[in-house]
């Protein structure tokens, strides 16, 4: 079953206050208690349902970035996200309702960084995934970008993780392989795959599927994993000259 499909329903009865509490809440009549805007997940599933949730909401936040929302990037929201058509509607309430409240896209991020503490590798994946559904239309406005950087800040990212998950979105043949890998060019090659191991572990794709990055989703995470097994080879080859 998709995760898609349990968006609303799957979150009655867990304690889910702040902003997506009352978005829920909205939309379920106030079935969702307010009481905290954090909690802890008691299993995979609603961790899975958080990240779902999550990317639906910052999504339709994102289109709004430049002033207006191109059909490119609601084709985007359904077609890459791999939503489908008999889920579509459960989803779109959730999208237009986020989408058409005052509230900004900074009360969310403030709160998916409190679920997801201590796991920066998910919330790295979360600014994967918005750089994914940004660049739908062909290319990241600057609003866009802004908005996302400002999101990573919020979670805590580094200046120097956030450009690695920047670079990392371009072809192989056009990437920065130190900025990927968070290194400099002077780092010696054994400091370099060090960093190279450590990152391939932190964004391996069954360890996020274990930590609540949902299957429908992970594609992007081996699109990411690809860009650092390219890094690591050219930085190889250029170490050798």
Do not use: C
């Not at 208690?33 to 909401?57: E, G, H, T, Y």
């Not at 896209?105 to 403030?110: C, K």
């Not at 450009?163 to 400099?184: A, F, T, W």
């Not at 572990?201 to 930590?211: C, E, F, V, W």
């Amino acid at each position: 079953m998709s995760i898609w499909g349990s968006l609303i329903g799957g979150m009655i009865g867990f304690s889910l206050g702040g902003p997506f509490g009352m978005l829920l809440g909205s939309l379920l009549g106030g079935k969702i208690s307010r009481a905290r805007a954090s909690a802890r997940f008691s299993n995979p599933a609603q961790s899975q349902q958080m990240f779902a949730l999550s990317l639906i909401v910052l999504s339709a936040k994102l289109s709004k970035a430049d002033g207006q929302v191109s059909k490119e990037e609601l084709i985007a929201v359904k077609d890459k996200l791999k939503i489908p058509d008999n889920e579509l509607d459960q989803v779109g309430k959730i999208f237009n309702q986020a989408k058409k409240e005052s509230a900004g896209y900074e009360p969310y991020a403030q709160q998916i960084a409190q679920f997801y503490s201590g796991n920066i590798n998910v919330l790295e994946e979360v600014i994967n995934i918005l750089f994914y559904i940004a660049e739908s239309d062909g290319e990241v406005s600057s609003s866009e970008l802004k908005m996302i950087e400002n999101i990573s800040k919020i979670f805590g990212l580094s200046e120097t993780q956030y450009q690695s998950i920047k670079e990392s979105r371009k072809g192989s043949d056009k990437l920065n392989p130190y900025i990927v890998l968070e290194s400099k060019p002077d780092d010696d090659l054994q400091t370099i795959r060090k960093r190279y191991l450590d990152l391939s572990k932190q964004h391996h794709p069954d360890l996020l599927l274990s930590k609540g990055v949902p299957k429908e989703v992970i594609e992007e995470s081996k699109n990411k994993m690809r860009a650092i097994n390219s890094a690591w080879d050219q930085i190889q080859k250029l170490k050798k000259n």
